[in-house]
Structures are given as C-alpha cells and as structure tokens.
C-alpha cells in the first residue's frame, strides 16, 4: 500500500510542471492583442508603452485618467508615452501641432487637459491656432513664444513623425496602446479599460522574455 502510495506521488511530482506548462496563455494573439504593421525597435533597453489617442474621441477622454493612474506606477524599465493622431482631419492635425508645442514649452500636461476638457466638457470644437493660442495663454505662455513655438520647424518635425509612427504601427481605432513597439491592444478588443492595462501588462511581461 505504502509502495503504491510512493509511486503515486512520484507521478503527480512528474506530471505537474508538464501539466502547468501545458496551460494556454492569458491572451491570445489575434484575438486579445495582434503585431503591429511595421516593428518600431527600440535601442534603450527600455519597453516603451505608448498610448494612440485622438483628441475628438469619447473613449480616449475616459480613458486618460485610468492610464495616467496605470502609468504612475509603473517598473523601472518601462517607459510611458502618449502619441496623438487625428486620422487625416485637418483639425485634428492642429491638436497635433499643440500637442507638440506644449511639450517644447513645458506645459503639457496643462494643455493637453484644457483641450480634453473644451471638448467632452464644454462641448466646443477648437480647431484654430487662435483657440490653441487660449489654452497655451492660460498656461502662462507669453502669445509670442506660443507663435513661435507653435509655427516651428520642430514641432512641424514632430507631427510628421507622429504621423508616421501611427500609420507604420497599422492603428485604425483608439484609444489604442502599442507594447514594445510590437503588439497593439484597443478596448474594442479588450471589451473593457481594465481588461485592456491587463494585456498591456502581460505583452510587457512578453516582452522581457
């Protein structure tokens, strides 16, 4: 009895680790989460995370204060990073060009708020450089510096880019968050925000693999 015991333990202590192994992933690659377009390699040793938003869009003003929250707390080795599209409208090219702006002037994040919150709270429709020039004035910036800034090659540079990021990565939704340069996730997909910050968190995990 004893020796059937022994053999029986011997079996299980075999079998369960081809057991654990044999378990599917959390997520599944097309269905939960797919490779971008074009691969966008990195050379810092670092898993950049970067969410695609449009300004216009419901969804992404929902979204901002939940991955603002994921991203204040994440590791040492992941970088967080928001990339602004505008899929082709004119106007939206004009949010690009503050967006960028307000980086070089260091006044991001107040920016970038006032042009969210003219939109889905006040229910306005900024979409001149005068009305950018407002939000970047109650931001404390001298309206010389914002014309400067705003017309500069720099920015310019800066918005092509973005432009390009966002078409090489195949985004046709948003908001929608690349992992490492290599996979995208959107809500659409995730069914949820929570669900979606749930891939993210497992597609950087795969990443360090």
């Not at 081809?18 to 797919?34: D, I, K, M, T, W």
């Not at 003003?61 to 505008?86: C, G, H, M, N, R």
Request: hydrophobic share 40%; glycine share 6%.
């Amino acid at each position: 009895m004893r020796k059937s015991l022994y053999r029986l333990l011997a079996c299980f202590l075999v079998l369960t680790p081809l057991a654990c192994s044999a378990q599917p992933e959390a997520f599944v690659e097309g269905e939960h989460y797919r490779e971008v377009r074009n691969v966008e390699s990195g050379d810092d040793g670092k898993i950049r995370v970067t969410e695609v938003f449009w300004y216009g869009c419901p969804h992404c003003y929902q979204f901002e204060p939940i991955i603002k929250e994921w991203s204040s707390a994440t590791a040492d080795d992941v970088v967080f990073e928001q990339l602004p599209t505008a899929f082709g409208r004119p106007s939206g090219r004009v949010h690009l060009k503050a967006f960028y702006a307000a980086d070089e002037l260091d006044v991001q994040q107040e920016v970038h708020s006032a042009i969210f919150n003219a939109i889905h709270e006040q229910g306005r429709r900024p979409s001149s450089e005068q009305e950018m020039a407002g939000f970047f004035e109650q931001a404390g910036v001298a309206p010389e510096d914002f014309e400067k800034t705003f017309g500069s090659f720099t920015v310019e540079n800066r918005v092509r880019r973005a432009e390009k990021r966002v078409s090489d990565f195949g985004v046709t939704s948003v908001p929608t968050v690349i992992v490492d340069g290599r996979w995208q996730v959107n809500a659409g997909a995730a069914g949820s925000y929570e669900r979606l910050l749930e891939i993210v968190d497992f597609l950087i995990n795969k990443a360090r693999d």
